[in-house]
């Protein structure tokens, strides 16, 4: 997970995102049931990232909005909407709050926005192969964590019997 600390090109792009108070104050949310959030949008943003180099994409866009995608400060599981559900609302609401974190460009708005096709259809389909590829790494480490997170208590209550 740490790996993102040894790629000085990566940090050039993120860190000054990484280290402002709106995105450190996710690490206070748990996100798939055992990472925080703050680790999940770093994970996203990094392999995004690494995928975008190799594919010849906009790689900083891609690294950019990964910090960003989740940029939100409720507990999906608990906080409920009105017009619609978490991933229906949550983009918008990560958008929002980017906004007022640093320019967002047309290209990293896509990614936010899209991040959660089809699940959050309400913003339709990715228009960018860089949306579309936040949106595929999302989806992975998201299944990814999930699973980890339940391995990992199936462990300790096993080593309770």
């Given at each position: 997970?740490?790996?993102?600390?040894q790629?000085?090109d990566?940090?050039a792009?993120?860190?000054?995102?990484?280290?402002?108070?709106m995105v450190?104050?996710?690490?206070?949310?748990?996100?798939?049931?055992?990472?925080?959030?703050?680790?999940?949008?770093?994970?996203?943003?990094?392999?995004s990232?690494r995928?975008?180099?190799?594919?010849?994409?906009?790689?900083?866009?891609?690294?950019?909005?990964?910090?960003?995608?989740?940029?939100f400060?409720y507990?999906?599981?608990?906080?409920?909407?009105?017009?619609?559900?978490?991933?229906?609302?949550?983009?918008?609401?990560?958008?929002?709050?980017?906004e007022?974190?640093t320019?967002?460009?047309g290209l990293e708005?896509?990614?936010?926005?899209?991040?959660?096709?089809?699940?959050?259809y309400g913003?339709?389909?990715?228009q960018?192969?860089?949306?579309w590829l936040?949106?595929?790494v999302?989806?992975w480490l998201?299944?990814?964590?999930?699973?980890?997170?339940?391995?990992?208590?199936?462990l300790?209550?096993?080593?309770?019997?």
């Amino acid at each position: 997970m740490k790996d993102y600390l040894q790629d000085n090109d990566y940090l050039a792009i993120v860190d000054n995102l990484i280290q402002t108070p709106m995105v450190q104050e996710l690490d206070h949310y748990t996100q798939h049931h055992y990472k925080s959030r703050l680790d999940h949008v770093i994970s996203v943003s990094y392999q995004s990232y690494r995928l975008a180099k190799w594919l010849d994409l906009d790689a900083q866009a891609v690294a950019r909005a990964g910090i960003l995608h989740d940029l939100f400060y409720y507990d999906w599981r608990e906080t409920k909407f009105e017009l619609g559900n978490h991933a229906f609302i949550h983009p918008r609401v990560a958008l929002r709050n980017a906004e007022k974190l640093t320019h967002v460009n047309g290209l990293e708005q896509d990614i936010i926005l899209h991040h959660m096709y089809p699940s959050g259809y309400g913003g339709g389909m990715p228009q960018s192969a860089e949306a579309w590829l936040v949106d595929l790494v999302d989806d992975w480490l998201a299944v990814k964590e999930g699973v980890t997170g339940f391995s990992q208590s199936l462990l300790l209550k096993f080593k309770r019997v």
